[in-house]
C-alpha cells in the first residue's frame, strides 16, 4: 500500500494510509495556501523511501483566477560554432522585417502569484498588421512562447510585413480550474 505525508521545510508529518489506491483526496485544506506531499510505499515487513516531493495549491472551482504577470520580447541568438555553439535568449523590442519576434508570457494564480503550469494563453499583435497567436501549454514555471515570423520585403524592397509600432496584448488565459483575471497585460515592440 502507500502512505501520504506532508512535506512542511523538510519535515514529514504522515496524513493518511492511502491502502492500495493510487490516487489520495485530502479534505479539509485552506484555499491559497500551498500543501507540499510526499509517499511511501510500504508492504507487511517495510517501508520505501520517500517520493519526489508535489506541491498545490488548492482553490474552490470557479473561483481561482489567472492572469499574466509579464510579457517579454526577444529573439534567439546563437553564438560559437560547433560543440561551442550556444543559443540564447535576447530581450529587444526593435526588429527588422524577416525577424522572428518572440513573445514570452508569465501565467500565475492571481491570488498566490505562484506559476501556473498547462495553460495556454491568447495573444494579439496589433498594429498596422493584426496577428492572433495562440501559445504552447505553459512549463512548471508557468513560462508560454510563441513566435511571429515577419516576412522581409522583396529585392526591390517591396511587400514584407509593414513597419511601425506594434502592440502585444493578453486577450485570453486558459488553464483547468481557473478563470481568466480579465487583465489585458500588453507591451510594444516596433518593426523598422
Given at each position: 500500500?502507500?502512505?501520504?505525508?506532508?512535506?512542511?521545510a523538510g519535515k514529514s508529518q504522515f496524513v493518511a494510509n492511502a491502502g492500495?489506491?493510487?490516487?489520495?483526496?485530502?479534505?479539509?485544506?485552506?484555499?491559497?495556501?500551498?500543501?507540499?506531499?510526499?509517499?511511501?510505499?510500504?508492504?507487511?515487513?517495510?517501508?520505501?523511501?520517500?517520493?519526489?516531493?508535489?506541491?498545490?495549491?488548492?482553490?474552490?472551482?470557479?473561483?481561482?483566477?489567472?492572469?499574466?504577470?509579464?510579457?517579454?520580447?526577444?529573439?534567439?541568438?546563437?553564438?560559437?560554432?560547433?560543440?561551442?555553439?550556444?543559443?540564447?535568449?535576447?530581450?529587444?523590442?526593435?526588429?527588422?522585417?524577416?525577424?522572428?519576434?518572440?513573445?514570452?508570457?508569465?501565467?500565475?494564480?492571481?491570488?498566490?502569484?505562484?506559476?501556473?503550469?498547462?495553460?495556454?494563453?491568447?495573444?494579439?499583435?496589433?498594429?498596422?498588421?493584426?496577428?492572433?497567436?495562440?501559445?504552447?501549454?505553459?512549463?512548471?514555471?508557468?513560462?508560454?512562447?510563441?513566435?511571429?515570423?515577419?516576412?522581409?520585403?522583396?529585392?526591390?524592397?517591396?511587400?514584407?510585413?509593414?513597419?511601425?509600432?506594434?502592440?502585444?496584448?493578453?486577450?485570453?488565459?486558459?488553464?483547468?480550474?481557473?478563470?481568466?483575471?480579465?487583465?489585458?497585460?500588453?507591451?510594444?515592440?516596433?518593426?523598422?
Open positions: 500500500g502507500y502512505n501520504v505525508y506532508y512535506d512542511q492500495n489506491n493510487i490516487t489520495y483526496l485530502d479534505t479539509g485544506l485552506t484555499n491559497g495556501v500551498e500543501y507540499c506531499y510526499k509517499v511511501t510505499a510500504y508492504d507487511a515487513t517495510c517501508e520505501s523511501g520517500f517520493s519526489n516531493i508535489l506541491c498545490a495549491v488548492p482553490n474552490n472551482q470557479g473561483q481561482a483566477q489567472v492572469g499574466v504577470s509579464k510579457i517579454e520580447i526577444g529573439r534567439y541568438v546563437t553564438t560559437g560554432k560547433g560543440k561551442d555553439t550556444v543559443t540564447t535568449f535576447e530581450l529587444t523590442h526593435q526588429f527588422n522585417p524577416g525577424d522572428g519576434v518572440v513573445i514570452r508570457a508569465y501565467v500565475v494564480d492571481a491570488s498566490t502569484g505562484l506559476p501556473v503550469a498547462n495553460a495556454t494563453v491568447d495573444l494579439l499583435i496589433s498594429g498596422p498588421e493584426s496577428v492572433p497567436l495562440t501559445s504552447q501549454p505553459s512549463d512548471t514555471t508557468g513560462m508560454v512562447e510563441v513566435s511571429w515570423q515577419t516576412v522581409a520585403p522583396n529585392k526591390r524592397g517591396q511587400g514584407g510585413t509593414t513597419t511601425g509600432t506594434y502592440t502585444v496584448t493578453v486577450t485570453n488565459v486558459t488553464a483547468t480550474g481557473y478563470t481568466w483575471d480579465g487583465v489585458t497585460t500588453s507591451t510594444t515592440f516596433t518593426i523598422q
